[in-house]
């Protein structure tokens, strides 16, 4: 049959996935369950603004997702991302900015220039961190925890630590130290740039998965809202889905759910039942995002900084990013123990380094299985399945990063790549 693939998912796998099929010419049919595309990472209204269901930041390293948005960006339109050097501002506690000098040069420096850490500090992370980058590659099987065990607790607490949870958004105490260090490398070992922060200017619908749908609808593909995929059944010439209106028949299927959501499709295929049980035994982990409205003449000193005492790790100015004038993000990862009262802390926090007034509403969004634990020896699934019609894509897919964008849109792309070598 004429090749016409069903990519169940429209999140950035599925957004990504579907896209380079449909610029190789391939028929594509997209069904995504929400009314609205991005998976985990997708816009949401609140309080008559176009806000996220959460605060992402993007690093330089990321270069699929970073081609993937540049390359659906109309030619007159404004960057989507604003890109910033390293910088990692704690009020009063610590701070550590990144000059611009060829990696990991950069990262020597702003450790020797950081504020907060002492001489010895600084040297054993300047060591640490350069064994780490240009070491050997041997695998490790422990916790990040266990990683850094040998450097100074302030270390841990102001800069390793943190940077685990906000990458891996996994505890460091559980965390996979092989993918900790998988993210260090590619931030600070190949080019100065791959450890630039990268935040969002519009929501992160607009961002990509919108313009993907644009460029594959003109394509000749489709993007099918509101229908979730029930039913797969997989013969030899042809794979049948079924939603709660229809089944229809395509020539292949990219499966480009969400992990906790695997399981109930991929058993209904006795091919896929080994790569279904694999899957099911994932734990996940929550991220908790609060929006705080301010008077819109505030803003802070800088876009983001890094917050003490938790809840929230991060607050980020929306005003400065989006245009969103007043508006602050707070992100709590790895958020397993969040009090009830967690957005009052977190607003005690951002008190704590600046005077923003009075709050003229706040909202709460908590993802619950935002992203799967980032655990040593994780098995992640190819994208290939023993089934030749059918392909997997997500941010939990084999690969060197944990669950993040990057993960995903890498992800989507090799899936499609291999379904276009069976053609």
Known sequence: MTPHVAVVGGGWAGCAAALTLAEAGVAVT???????????????????????????????????????????????????????????????DFSLACPRLPAPLHLAAGLFGARGLSWGDKLAAARWAHTQIRGTEDTLDGSVSQFTATQPEKLNRLLWHPLCVSALNTPPEIASAQVFRNVLRAAFGG???????????????ALFPAPAAAR??????????????????????????????????????????????????????????????????????????????????????????????????????RGQSHGQSGLLALVASAATQLPADWVDQATAQVQRIAQPGAARWRKSIVEKQATYSCVPGLPRPAVTTPHPRLFLAGDYTAGQYPATLESATQSGVQSAASLLETL
């Open 216 to 317: 594959l609808t003109e394509r000749g593909g489709s993007v099918r809202l509101g229908c979730r995929v029930t039913t797969l059944a997989a013969a030899a010439d042809a794979v049948t889905l079924g939603t709660r209106d229809e089944s229809a028949v395509f020539s292949h299927a990219i499966l480009a759910v969400a992990p906790q959501h695997l399981p109930a499709l991929a058993a209904q295929v006795p091919a896929l039942e080994p790569i279904a049980q694999q899957v099911a035994t994932y734990d996940y982990q929550p991220i908790a995002t609060a929006y705080i409205q301010y008077d819109p003449a505030f803003r802070l000193a800088k876009p983001l900084y890094a917050l003490s005492d938790g809840p929230a790790q991060f607050v980020f100015d």
């Open 191 to 205: 080019r100065n740039r791959h450890s630039d922060l990268l935040l969002p200017r519009q929501d992160l619908t």
């Open 30 to 92: 997209v069904f995504e369950a929400s009314r609205t595309l991005g998976g985990r990472a997708r816009a949401v209204e609140l309080e008559g603004q176009a806000l996220d269901n959460g605060q992402h930041i993007l690093l330089g390293a990321y270069e699929q997702t970073l081609e993937l948005i540049e390359r659906l960006r109309p030619a007159a339109a404004p960057a989507g991302l604003w890109r910033l050097p390293l910088t990692l501002e704690q009020p009063p």
